[in-house]
């Protein structure tokens, strides 16, 4: 339930609550950023294909200014998703104690004020994207239908994770369009092992509606692997870091590279061999540590193309 000040439940002390005027708290939350974890686990396909790329250049010289881009890129475009994904499913978290209290189903933003809302978020998207080449637009448009459909599949399919994952991976398609211009073997393959690891986070998050979506009729990895969810995991996660490695060798990557992707698998193992699939706010934990996860694979990638460039 969301307390006085309007806190949507999943969402702890941050910036919105304590900083944000009263009449945007609403708007914020409808975007998650009191909880940004998502963007962040948006971003990181992102910056880990843009590093990659840069390692083909062999030039680093325009990698900041990549980097900056899709990091607000993809706070405003999750932020956009999220809007589109609470006005349509609006009725379904209405019946969900955890998302109940989402700004919507709460009645704190009208249909109306959310869509006008997603609008401008949309904008300032098409804004950042209008800033690459053409090639890297196109790419960039490209995704808008795998996000559009999204909301939808939970309702159809056991398997709305592996739609999310289309969605949530693009961005390791744009660092190659954005920055050579092109997609080859390597942004393929790290665009499915960046799936691959969608499909298995977001199966982590989705155990702490397991029971709420089985009574609603929403449907989720989470309910299709119920106690074999561990040994999903762990197939999931290695195909993972499989591919990725795969798309590192396309890549001629280094050692560094390397290195970067052996913490990404420790890190992955480790979850495989703490999950509780009954304990919510471990779930919940272990999910937001893929951030960490992500960053450690990035390290990584950004370490070897700066030695690649000198």
């Given at each position: 339930?969301?307390d006085?000040?309007?806190?949507?439940?999943?969402s702890?002390?941050?910036w919105?609550?304590?900083?944000a005027?009263?009449?945007?708290?609403?708007?914020l939350?409808?975007a998650?950023?009191?909880?940004?974890?998502?963007?962040?686990?948006l971003?990181?396909?992102c910056w880990?294909?843009a590093?990659?790329?840069?390692?083909?250049?062999?030039?680093?010289?325009?990698?900041?200014?990549?980097?900056?881009?899709f990091?607000?890129?993809a706070?405003?475009?999750?932020?956009?998703?999220?809007?589109?994904?609470?006005?349509?499913?609006r009725?379904l978290?209405a019946?969900?104690?955890r998302?109940?209290s989402?700004?919507?189903?709460?009645?704190q933003?009208?249909?109306?004020?959310?869509?006008l809302?997603?609008?401008?978020?949309a904008?300032?998207?098409?804004?950042?994207?209008?800033?690459?080449?053409?090639?890297?637009?196109?790419?960039?448009?490209a995704?808008?239908?795998?996000?559009?459909?999204?909301?939808f599949?939970?309702?159809?399919t056991?398997w709305?994770?592996?739609?999310?994952g289309?969605?949530?991976?693009?961005?390791?398609?744009?660092?190659f369009?954005?920055?050579?211009?092109?997609?080859?073997?390597?942004?393929?393959?790290l665009?499915?092992?960046s799936?691959?690891?969608?499909?298995?986070?977001?199966?982590?998050y989705?155990?702490?509606d397991?029971?709420?979506?089985?009574?609603?009729?929403?449907?989720?990895?989470?309910?299709?692997f119920?106690?074999?969810?561990?040994?999903?995991?762990a197939?999931?996660?290695?195909?993972a870091?499989?591919?990725?490695?795969?798309?590192i060798?396309?890549?001629?990557g280094?050692w560094?590279a390397?290195?970067?992707?052996?913490?990404?698998?420790a890190?992955?193992?480790?979850?495989?061999?703490?999950?509780r699939?009954?304990?919510?706010?471990?779930c919940?934990?272990?999910?937001?540590?893929?951030?960490?996860?992500g960053?450690l694979?990035f390290?990584?990638l950004?370490a070897?193309?700066?030695?690649?460039s000198?």
């Amino acid at each position: 339930m969301s307390d006085i000040s309007g806190r949507v439940a999943d969402s702890t002390g941050n910036w919105v609550d304590s900083l944000a005027p009263e009449w945007a708290k609403p708007y914020l939350r409808l975007a998650r950023y009191d909880r940004p974890i998502g963007s962040w686990l948006l971003l990181l396909p992102c910056w880990w294909s843009a590093a990659l790329a840069a390692g083909i250049a062999h030039d680093v010289r325009s990698l900041p200014w990549v980097l900056a881009l899709f990091f607000v890129g993809a706070f405003v475009m999750r932020g956009a998703g999220c809007t589109w994904n609470d006005i349509t499913d609006r009725d379904l978290d209405a019946k969900v104690e955890r998302t109940r209290s989402r700004p919507i189903p709460a009645g704190q933003v009208s249909v109306t004020g959310a869509v006008l809302f997603l609008v401008v978020q949309a904008l300032i998207g098409l804004a950042v994207l209008l800033q690459f080449s053409t090639y890297a637009i196109v790419v960039g448009i490209a995704s808008l239908g795998v996000v559009a459909i999204y909301p939808f599949m939970k309702r159809i399919t056991y398997w709305p994770q592996v739609v999310l994952g289309l969605a949530f991976s693009w961005g390791a398609l744009m660092g190659f369009a954005v920055t050579l211009g092109m997609l080859g073997w390597a942004a393929l393959a790290l665009y499915a092992g960046s799936i691959a690891w969608v499909i298995a986070y977001d199966t982590i998050y989705a155990h702490q509606d397991r029971e709420d979506d089985a009574l609603i009729g929403v449907k989720s990895t989470a309910l299709l692997f119920g106690a074999n969810t561990p040994r999903m995991l762990a197939l999931f996660y290695s195909v993972a870091v499989v591919l990725i490695g795969v798309s590192i060798w396309f890549a001629r990557g280094g050692w560094l590279a390397g290195l970067g992707l052996l913490a990404f698998a420790a890190h992955l193992a480790w979850q495989v061999r703490a999950i509780r699939i009954d304990d919510p706010a471990l779930c919940l934990r272990l999910f937001k540590s893929n951030r960490d996860a992500g960053l450690l694979l990035f390290a990584g990638l950004a370490a070897d193309a700066l030695v690649r460039s000198l």
